[in-house]
Nanobody
């Protein structure tokens, strides 16, 4: 059973930066179609896919349009830890951010939370204006 442990988050003024990290353990399947990344859910809103790292091939990154150019996802080591660097934060980025992962990811659904089997506990990010 894969376990995800998140760290980072907190409160920041608009325009500031934060970094989230997510460490995975317990991968048992060596296949290369794993992915890890982040979703978020603001109060009263639907869950939104934010950024995802796909480990297949040489690896690829995928972002929601709302964060492109401001957020960067990266991995530290193979299949274990990913970071989400969040720059130029806006009040609308305020949400609980959840790390998510799965063993068999498809590029077509990589930002759709319905296709993820492993979730972290969530960490609050608050951006004040």
């Amino acid at each position: 059973q894969v376990q995800l442990v998140e760290s980072g988050g907190g409160s920041v003024m608009a325009g500031g930066s934060l970094r989230l990290s997510c460490a995975a353990s317990g991968w048992s399947d060596p296949n290369s179609r794993k992915c890890m990344g982040w979703f978020r859910q603001a109060a009263g809103k639907e869950r939104e896919g934010v950024a995802m790292f796909y480990f297949g091939g040489r690896g690829s990154t995928h972002y929601a349009d709302s964060v492109k150019g401001r957020f960067t996802i990266s991995r530290v080591n193979a299949n274990s830890t990913v970071y989400l660097q969040m720059n130029s934060l806006k009040p609308e980025d305020t949400a609980v951010y959840y790390c998510a992962a799965d063993d068999w990811c498809s590029i077509a659904t990589i930002l759709n939370g319905d296709f993820f089997g492993y979730w972290g506990q969530g960490t609050q990010v608050t951006v004040s204006s």
